[in-house]
């Protein structure tokens, strides 16, 4: 009973709060490791200085007027307003352009065109990865070698092929320019693959699963995580691209063409710079949707695991 006494008036009560708990976490360590982690907590809140206050300063030139953008844009407006929010699809329309379809025109560019490309990438990378054939080395040399041609490169060449071909304004022609397969995002795939175990693949096969069935159903799921992983990275650049409509699709402006033009004449139309920044802001919504959504996919695909139903 003594010693029972003894333990419990030694023990130390667990600290509540979080400034306690990291405090007490970080108190057993030595100086120089709270020097080191001091300088990364101080870079750490730079970078993220850096990269949140545009969106920040985006964020509040969107609720001012135009008298008080032009007063200063880094103060603080008078009182916070949403017109601009309304005004951006008039303002639109007045610059010569339609918002609604420039929309449609991102959605079916950006998802459209890298769920084909993440589909392609991933029918290439599977068997390279997997399994032997004549020719694999061949594949996946041809898969480095376009990835190091440089981007102004290969454009060019592609374009002069497309005018030769009269595929120029057409759809078409974006797809095949865009939706490959044999670029980074097979890569990526590639080393994915190689590193799923293949014990589930051995179980499936002693099942009687054929070659489909194993894919679909011992592997496909396992790298889902890293498959809508490419999938939200490819339709953010696609989606933020104004040089690929440019070049094979000036019939069919895409929002980013759209900003791009909108900024130049914003000065000239009611509204100006405000509603410009309005317009960004309604510009990035659906990316920070997708952001959400496919997060959450990535946690219910890896908490899965290999087998499914």
Same mark, same amino acid.
């Given at each position: ?15 509540? /709060? ?46 001012? #007027?135009?008298? $008080?953008?032009? $007063? ?75 990835? #190091? ?15 030769? =071909? ?35 693949? $051995? ?16 592997? =496909? ?21 104004? #040089? ?10 895409? =929002? ?14 009611? /509204? ?27 946690? $219910? ?9």
């Amino acid at each position: 009973m003594k010693q029972l006494n003894i333990k419990k008036g030694g023990s130390k009560s667990r600290p509540t /709060g979080i400034f306690e708990r990291i405090r007490h976490r970080y108190a057993a360590r030595d100086k120089s490791q709270n020097i080191i982690f001091g300088i990364y907590f101080i870079l750490f809140l730079l970078f993220s200085v850096f990269s949140v206050y545009p969106m920040f300063w985006c964020v509040i030139n969107s609720m001012k #007027t135009l008298e $008080e953008y032009f $007063e200063g844009s880094l103060a603080l407006p008078e009182r916070f307003t949403l017109v601009n929010y309304a005004n951006v699809f008039r303002v639109f329309e007045i610059a010569g352009q339609d918002y609604w379809v420039m929309l449609f025109n991102s959605f079916w560019q950006a998802f459209g065109s890298c769920f084909l490309n993440v589909g392609a990438s991933v029918l290439i990378a599977y068997p390279i990865a997997r399994y032997n054939f004549p020719g694999k080395k061949l594949l996946y040399g041809i898969i480095i070698f376009r990835i #190091t041609i440089p981007i102004i490169g290969s454009a060019a060449s592609e374009y002069k092929l497309f005018r030769t =071909l009269g595929m120029i304004d057409n759809p078409l022609s974006f797809w095949m320019a865009w939706v490959s397969g044999f670029d980074f995002t097979a890569l990526v795939l590639y080393g994915y693959f190689s590193g799923i175990s293949k014990t589930y693949s $051995e179980a499936a096969f002693i099942d009687g699963a054929n070659r489909l069935q194993v894919f679909f159903y011992a592997v =496909l799921p396992q790298a889902m995580p890293c498959i809508v992983a490419l999938y939200i990275n490819q339709v953010i650049a696609k989606w933020n691209d104004y #040089t690929t409509p440019q070049l094979y699709l000036r019939s069919y402006p895409n =929002l980013a063409y759209g900003l791009y033009e909108f900024d130049g004449m914003s000065l000239f139309v009611e /509204g100006g710079k405000p509603v410009y920044f309005a317009s960004i802001i309604l510009t990035a919504i659906p990316p920070i949707v997708l952001y959400s959504a496919g997060q959450k996919l990535m946690l $219910e695909n890896m908490s899965i695991g290999g087998i499914k139903g």
